[in-house]
């Protein structure tokens, strides 16, 4: 799939390259919204508001920090003294599309082609899309035919050709051949003319295809399931459960099909238009897996434009907005869908994550409550009492995970490992470490390679002395799965060093450190087993450091007495702060 979504970048950069200047190496990055709202009214205060260039660079600095509106309002004063610069009149009407400034964007497209001497794909592209949403078929498959494919992937312009010829009511597919996708959508283009004849030896060429994702085996289920297919549709579906658990949707659709009635997933493609948006939206996936989100934004707001109820696009606009910190604008793209698409209640819970993160909790639990109340919404009670557990409130937390493990009944299922997980959390932040191990072992029954359950239930066991020979050896299978993971490395020391191993502990320790250099728990481990092998300098040093970096009173208390008074016998050292210490595995 990456050299699909490689493909895809190439081309575009082809069509609009002027779009991507802002996006190089001397870009300024890192803002959060109230920074970048400063250095942007700075700029304005430094560059005379009247100077086109003053205008130019501001809105590059917008743009970069994904501002589209507002970079393309101060590139209308840019255009309005260069009206004939192509380059500016490409980036504007680029800007305009990525902004949702649709009826723009058309404009500029048609000024652009009226001065260009040879055709250009993209504003090309943009009037046979705007020919499509007025149902101008044969005008949309002329100027599709008309765009010159110096500019354009063989991935893409296969597709819209199709689609073209498929509104005019010709089946012609044969190009649709390269890659799951294609073949995708020459199921689509088929069943849009009536000839599903053709449809199952499209499907079995997709199954046969090399490098199959989950995503295209789930899709290709999908449409034997909505054929009535239901033997096939549900090997598929348990072939993908058996190692996409997570999947919570796969459920659904293998209870839906196991009763009377139509299949709710699979919606076939009733207008070219939709079908179009379906294609663009399929490319905006994959430029969004390769991180260029300039691009995935272009073609999901392309998508939108043809069909402005596509979940799809929302969600992967609310996605592009949450990756580059634009919070309020994800948050408005994920309410933007309807409740009575099925995306509906993942849209209201990705909202509620941001509405947590941006310290909106009550906000956030607003909006799971609802989910709970009118839609039954098990995933949003497991939800709340994350939110809860992440405030430290671990007896709310308790109640609302009971609430879930209740509604799934005595035997959890293995899509829901982490409820016993997060449980087992909450019950040993409590105190109830009965309760937690029995959480955290089922946990690990359910999900036995998962290395975040291998570190919480090893690291419990050795921070009380108990296990330590199953402790070790559940967090040495932890850090050879992610050896990378400076919480589980600092375990492996840890337990290494409860058991009396100082010597053998401290080279993870210091790989911990290295991985996490300023996580107090992590130093003071360190300085620990420094201490225990006479290395008492460094020792000080490392208790300071996580003193320093500390904000936990009693932590800070501890380290204060050891700075004092040193370590006494081996094995009285004191307990850790879990909230420290285990902040970074969390679910």
Same mark, same amino acid.
């Given at each position: +799939? ?6 895809? @970048? ?9 779009? &991507? ?39 590059? &600095? ?10 393309a ?12 610069d192509?380059q ?20 500029l ?13 993209l504003?090309?592209? $943009?009037?046979?899309?705007?020919? $499509? ?11 599709? *035919? ?35 996708? *294609? ?22 060429? /997709? @199954? ?10 789930e899709?290709i ?13 549900l ?5 993908? $459960? ?7 949707l ?14 709710p ?39 939108? &434009?043809?069909n ?10 609310? *996605?592009?907005? =949450?990756?580059?910190?634009?919070? +309020? ?14 995306? !509906? ?5 990705? =909202?509620?994550d ?20 009118? !839609? ?24 609302? !995970? ?10 959890? /299922?293995?899509? $829901? ?6 449980r ?58 992610e ?45 620990? =087993? ?51 210490? @285990?902040g970074?595995?969390?679910?």
């Amino acid at each position: +799939m990456k050299s699909l979504a490689v493909g895809l @970048l190439y081309c575009f950069v082809g069509w609009g390259a002027a779009l &991507f200047s802002p996006t190089d190496s001397t870009a300024v990055s890192g803002l959060d919204q109230d920074n970048y709202k400063a250095m942007q009214s700075y700029l304005e205060e430094l560059y005379n508001p009247k100077s086109p260039s003053g205008k130019y660079l501001s809105s590059q &600095f917008a743009q970069r920090h994904y501002d589209w509106s507002r970079s393309a309002d101060f590139l209308d004063d840019v255009l309005e003294a260069n009206p004939d610069d192509i380059q500016i009149l490409n980036k504007a009407m680029v800007l305009a599309m990525g902004a949702g400034q649709t009826e723009k964007t058309i404009a500029l497209a048609h000024r652009l082609i009226a001065l260009e001497k040879e055709p250009a794909p993209l504003p090309r592209l $943009f009037l046979a899309l705007d020919a $499509f949403r007025d149902h101008r078929y044969k005008e949309a498959a002329e100027t599709i *035919h008309s765009m010159p494919t110096s500019g354009l992937s063989d991935f893409i312009l296969p597709v819209l050709q199709s689609w073209a010829e498929a509104a005019l009511g010709v089946q012609d597919t044969k190009a649709l051949n390269r890659n799951t996708i *294609h073949i995708y959508h020459a199921i689509l283009i088929s069943d849009f003319l009536g000839k599903r004849e053709g449809i199952e030896p499209l499907l079995r060429q /997709s @199954l046969s295809a090399e490098g199959l994702a989950f995503q295209d085996i789930e899709r290709i289920a999908d449409i034997y399931a909505w054929l009535g297919k239901k033997d096939i549709a549900l090997q598929l579906y348990g072939d993908i $459960f058996e190692s996409w658990p997570e999947n919570s949707l796969l459920p659904k659709k293998i209870a839906a099909l196991k009763i009377d009635g139509p299949f709710p997933y699979f919606h076939p493609i009733k207008t070219p238009e939709d079908g179009v948006a379906a294609a663009l939206i399929d490319m905006a996936r994959l430029l969004f897996q390769e991180e260029n989100d300039d691009s995935a934004l272009i073609f999901a707001r392309m998508a939108l &434009f043809l069909n402005g109820n596509l979940s799809d696009g929302h969600l992967l606009l609310g *996605h592009i907005a =949450a990756r580059n910190d634009r919070t +309020m604008e994800a948050i408005a793209h994920y309410k933007a869908i309807g409740p009575e698409d099925p995306s !509906y209640a993942e849209s209201r819970r990705l =909202a509620a994550d941001l509405y947590e993160e941006s310290g909106q909790t009550d906000q956030a639990l607003a909006e799971l409550s609802d989910l709970v109340k009118n !839609y039954h919404d098990l995933e949003s009670i497991i939800q709340t009492g994350d939110i809860y557990r992440r405030q430290d409130d671990f007896s709310n937390a308790v109640e609302a !995970y009971n609430r879930a493990a209740k509604i799934l009944g005595d035997a959890i /299922s293995k899509e $829901f490992w982490h409820l016993h997980y997060v449980r087992g959390i909450s019950y040993e932040r409590l105190g109830q470490w009965t309760l937690a191990e029995k959480d955290l072992k089922a946990a690990l029954v359910l999900k036995p390679d998962q290395p975040l359950i291998m570190n919480y239930l090893g690291y419990a066991w050795a921070d009380q002395g108990i296990n330590l020979d199953d402790s070790l050896a559940l967090i040495r299978k932890a850090a050879a799965l992610e050896p990378s993971d400076g919480y589980i490395t600092d375990s492996l020391g840890w337990v290494l060093y409860r058991r009396g191993e100082y010597v053998e502990a401290i080279p993870h320790l210091e790989q911990a450190v290295e991985l996490l250099p300023y996580d107090p728990v992590i130093n003071d481990h360190l300085g620990d =087993a420094y201490w225990r092998v006479g290395r008492k300098t460094e020792a000080k040093f490392q208790w300071l450091r996580a003193q320093n970096h500390s904000q936990d009173k009693t932590l800070i208390s501890q380290i204060d007495n050891k700075l004092e008074n040193g370590l006494q016998a081996p094995g009285k050292t004191v307990k850790e702060a879990h909230s420290q210490r @285990l902040g970074g595995t969390d679910l």
